[in-house]
């Protein structure tokens, strides 16, 4: 369970983006962050993350304030995630090197770490096998966010953060990846946090959509969209008018 | 650099050099067929010795300079407060052409080899230093983010992300220096030795005018040079294998 409290943050000499924001995230559920640039959607990933540290407030995560990143924590980021120097089997396995370098530290690795290095399971199930000895540079926008994702689930997380992961790839690949993802959510109980700009993105992905606007952000306001993730949805009325309510909230936001 | 690029480049320059030679024609100009056959006679002679010499101060030099020179540019451009001291001494410094050190740097480390490498690593620190520095702060914040993410701390940002980063920095600054520190070799050498290629060059020109044999120690220059490039190419290609995946 995620619980922010009372949470102020504001850049260093900027005004703050979220002031005296609370929410609450459970298990196994998947959100959606929705909102303009600029409204602090980021912000709140990288501070869930442990990235950043609030200015007032706490977050706490399973009980535990949060003070620096979690090691069961995954962050998929749109770009530059990947280490260009390294193939696709050592970026997926760098987490583990990471872990491998501190040992189990609890600090930077769970303390029940047993050291390991074989990911050939999730890059088998990701379908990466064929690219595991190609650099980044030369993969397509999709096998390098299955890189990222495979690296990520390597570690066993618990929870995934994701930054606007699939905004730069087509929309064949953006949906067969937002399939994938809801597929691995269910699969391995993952509680899911998701930034997006895109309507179509949230309501797909997100059972609670979480919208924000201009700075400060002070309530939380959530939407239900309990089937988001079944088959067939996105063809449903359900979807189009999430849509449409999201869109409308948004230019009622900015307006 | 394909080597028959290379043998293409050396034969279109002894052309030039055969028909300038031939213009000239003077003692101080031999051809190029003159100061081939001379250079293998002087290899026997003294001349490799001396190469084997000068190529020892230019390794040690750029070896010791890599290594004090890429951990401190690593540090100044991974650390926000030691750039902000440490940037401003390097740029004071930088501009100085090291050269106008040679007798300061005589009278302290004496004529020994000390004195030579300690030339030539004044001289490369700048340059691997600044170019380090400047890698590691270009490396993208997304990316040390996502790594500390993973769990990454100070330590490991440095073994995962800044030092295999700044590798083709440290190469690229090598190649631009391997020109000046074969220059440097060369003025460092003209004092109080009488090993090296600056000496034998500088031996045979001023004072006993054997023209040929001073153009082989030249040639030797130049192969010493080529051989340093040739290296670094065959060290990028071996630790930075995917600057070159397509």
Same mark, same amino acid.
């Given at each position: 369970?995620?619980?922010?409290?009372?949470?102020?943050?504001?850049?260093?000499?900027?005004?703050?983006?979220?002031?005296?924001?609370?929410?609450?995230?459970?298990?196994?559920?998947?959100?959606?962050?929705?909102?303009?640039?600029?409204?602090?959607? /980021? /912000?709140?990933?990288?501070?869930?993350?442990?990235?950043?540290?609030?200015?007032?407030?706490?977050?706490?995560?399973?009980?535990?304030?949060?003070?620096?990143?979690?090691?069961?924590?995954?962050?998929?980021?749109?770009?530059?995630?990947?280490?260009?120097?390294?193939?696709?089997?050592?970026?997926?396995?760098?987490?583990?090197?990471?872990?491998?370098?501190?040992?189990?530290?609890?600090?930077?690795?769970?303390?029940?770490?047993?050291?390991?290095?074989?990911?050939?399971?999730?890059?088998?199930?990701?379908?990466? @096998?064929?690219?595991?000895?190609?650099?980044?540079?030369?993969?397509?926008?999709?096998?390098?966010?299955?890189?990222?994702?495979?690296?990520?689930?390597?570690?066993?997380?618990?929870?995934?953060?994701?930054?606007?992961?699939?905004?730069?790839?087509?929309?064949?690949?953006?949906?067969?990846?937002?399939?994938?993802?809801?597929?691995?959510?269910?699969?391995?109980?993952?509680?899911?946090?998701?930034?997006?700009?895109?309507?179509?993105?949230?309501?797909?992905?997100?059972?609670?959509?979480?919208?924000?606007?201009?700075?400060?952000?002070?309530? @939380?306001?959530?939407?239900?969209?309990?089937?988001?993730?079944?088959?067939?949805?996105?063809?449903?009325?359900?979807?189009?008018?999430?849509?449409? #309510?999201?869109?409308?909230?948004?230019?009622?936001?900015?307006? | 650099?394909?080597?028959?690029?290379?043998?293409?480049?050396?034969?279109?320059?002894?052309?030039?050099?055969?028909?300038?030679?031939?213009?000239?024609?003077?003692?101080?100009?031999?051809?190029?067929?003159?100061?081939?056959?001379?250079?293998?006679?002087?290899?026997?002679?003294?001349?490799?010795?001396?190469?084997?010499?000068?190529?020892?101060?230019? #390794?040690?030099?750029?070896?010791?300079?890599?290594?004090?020179?890429?951990?401190?540019?690593?540090?100044?451009?991974?650390?926000?407060?030691?750039?902000?001291?440490?940037?401003?001494?390097?740029?004071?410094?930088?501009?100085?052409?090291?050269?106008?050190?040679?007798?300061?740097?005589?009278?302290?480390?004496?004529?020994?080899?000390?004195?030579?490498?300690?030339?030539?690593?004044?001289?490369?620190?700048?340059?691997?230093?600044?170019?380090?520095?400047?890698?590691?702060?270009?490396?993208?914040? *997304?990316?040390? *983010?996502?790594? *500390?993410?993973?769990?990454?701390?100070?330590?490991?940002?440095?073994?995962?992300?800044?030092?295999? @980063?700044?590798?083709?920095?440290?190469?690229?600054?090598?190649?631009?220096?391997?020109?000046?520190?074969?220059?440097?070799?060369?003025?460092?050498?003209?004092?109080?030795?009488?090993?090296?290629?600056?000496?034998?060059?500088?031996?045979?020109?001023?004072?006993?005018?054997?023209?040929?044999?001073?153009?082989?120690?030249? @040639?030797?220059?130049?192969?010493?040079?080529?051989?340093?490039?040739?290296?670094?190419?065959?060290?990028?290609?071996?630790?930075?294998?995917?600057?070159?995946?397509?």
């Amino acid at each position: 369970m995620i619980e922010i409290n009372s949470l102020t943050f504001a850049h260093p000499h900027a005004a703050p983006l979220f002031e005296n924001f609370s929410l609450t995230i459970f298990r196994g559920e998947t959100w959606a962050i929705l909102g303009p640039s600029g409204c602090g959607k /980021t /912000t709140l990933l990288y501070l869930l993350a442990g990235l950043r540290q609030p200015t007032l407030g706490e977050i706490k995560i399973d009980d535990e304030p949060l003070s620096r990143p979690r090691p069961t924590s995954g962050l998929i980021l749109q770009d530059y995630g990947l280490l260009p120097w390294a193939t696709v089997h050592e970026n997926v396995a760098l987490g583990l090197r990471v872990r491998n370098f501190y040992g189990a530290d609890g600090k930077h690795t769970p303390e029940n770490y047993l050291p390991r290095e074989n990911v050939s399971h999730w890059q088998e199930r990701l379908g990466l @096998a064929e690219v595991a000895e190609k650099f980044p540079a030369q993969l397509s926008g999709g096998q390098r966010q299955r890189t990222a994702i495979a690296r990520t689930l390597v570690l066993e997380p618990d929870l995934l953060l994701m930054d606007e992961p699939f905004s730069s790839l087509d929309a064949l690949t953006r949906e067969d990846l937002q399939n994938l993802t809801i597929g691995l959510c269910a699969e391995k109980n993952l509680t899911l946090v998701i930034v997006t700009h895109s309507i179509e993105e949230a309501a797909t992905l997100g059972r609670k959509i979480l919208l924000l606007g201009d700075a400060p952000n002070r309530q @939380a306001k959530i939407f239900e969209n309990p089937n988001a993730g079944k088959s067939k949805y996105k063809t449903s009325q359900e979807y189009h008018e999430m849509c449409g #309510t999201l869109l409308k909230e948004m230019q009622h936001e900015t307006a | 650099m394909k080597r028959r690029d290379v043998l293409l480049a050396a034969l279109g320059l002894a052309i030039a050099w055969q028909i300038t030679a031939m213009i000239v024609n003077r003692p101080i100009l031999p051809t190029p067929f003159e100061v081939f056959i001379v250079f293998f006679e002087e290899l026997g002679n003294g001349l490799l010795i001396h190469f084997g010499v000068s190529l020892w101060r230019v #390794t040690a030099g750029m070896l010791l300079s890599v290594l004090i020179a890429a951990p401190a540019g690593l540090a100044i451009g991974a650390t926000k407060t030691a750039n902000r001291f440490l940037s401003p001494v390097i740029y004071l410094l930088y501009p100085i052409p090291k050269v106008v050190f040679v007798p300061v740097v005589l009278l302290f480390l004496g004529i020994g080899d000390t004195a030579k490498i300690t030339l030539i690593f004044l001289i490369l620190f700048f340059q691997i230093v600044v170019l380090v520095r400047d890698q590691a702060l270009g490396i993208p914040p *997304q990316l040390l *983010q996502s790594l *500390q993410s993973l769990g990454a701390g100070r330590r490991a940002l440095f073994r995962f992300v800044y030092l295999p @980063a700044s590798l083709p920095a440290i190469l690229t600054a090598l190649r631009q220096s391997i020109g000046t520190a074969v220059a440097v070799l060369y003025i460092s050498e003209l004092f109080a030795t009488k090993y090296g290629l600056g000496y034998y060059i500088y031996y045979n020109g001023s004072t006993l005018f054997d023209y040929p044999a001073m153009y082989a120690g030249v @040639a030797a220059m130049s192969l010493l040079g080529l051989g340093m490039y040739f290296g670094v190419d065959w060290l990028e290609q071996k630790w930075c294998k995917w600057k070159f995946a397509i």
